[in-house]
């Protein structure tokens, strides 16, 4: 199904075993289009949502990147690896500690972490230093200083604690690494934790139970259903659902296909009465026709409109 038309994204529910780049190779073959990207690294072994995007959709791959994501995570207390997950060569631990620890101390310690704190990135990311990975660093037997990173934990839900596992759901800023957080809470136990297992059941506006595996593209695409494919595609401007949209005037239709500031009077909408706006606001903005084109800013003190992504 080549056609340079296709512009989307494609919530796909990785698998264990697939590296981020695996996913998008796959997708980009059945698909067959050569701009393609992801929206954000998922380790090898951890399962979820990845958002693919085609065509003109890449252009949102930094902006969801920046989203909040959901992750339910394993944390094994009583073992430390030098991933800081079981895949890793055990470090340290103290497992007979973790067995009798008491629920309601794992629970205050799981729970201290809620709110903003600083987080060392793990050695094995795919963070760079100096241009090179920091995995292929640690792989090769090497380390390096890490800077602090602030992250905030939005949300935890505890939901199952069978010693020496406990399981939860976390809500958390970009940047944050789940490895982390459970090696700090096995620190902070005094026994030491890796994480088990990882699933992200949601990235911004993109859940775990509308997702799609790589086995269901595969098979539509066996079958020919060129059509199934083209509606697993989530339109560019879905995206953006939670901004106010407006529409252009058909006199200043030439000023939005060039990129160039709006002003009010270019609009069909009066924002300045229709949407009460104190400070910068962003707007979907749409042609004449209706076709989704950009994301402007809008500010208050200027009355002026600029161009932040244009589709």
Partial sequence: MS?????????ISKEAGYTSFDVVAVARGVYRQKKCGHTGTLDPMATGVLPVAFGKATKVCGMITDWDKEYIAE????????????TGSITGGDEKLAMSLDEADVKD????????SYQVPPMYSALKVDGRRLYDIARSGGSVERSMRKVNIRRIEIMD????????????????YIRSLCDDIGKKLLCGGCMQSLVRSMVGPFTLDEA???SDIKKLRDEGDEEGLRKLLVPVEKVFSFLPGVRVKGASEKLLSNGNKLF???????IKADIKISQKQKFRVYHADGVFAAVYEYDPSTGIMKPDKMF
């Fill in 3 to 11: 056609d340079p038309g296709i512009n989307g994204i494609l919530n």
């Fill in 75 to 86: 944390l094994l207390l009583g073992r430390t690896t030098d991933t800081l997950d079981i």
């Fill in 109 to 116: 310690a799981v729970m201290g972490f809620l709110g903003e």
């Fill in 161 to 176: 604690i069978n010693l020496p596992v406990v399981k939860f759901k976390v809500l958390c800023s970009k940047g944050t």
């Fill in 212 to 214: 799609v595996t790589l």
């Fill in 264 to 270: 009010s009077e270019d609009l069909e909408e009066d």
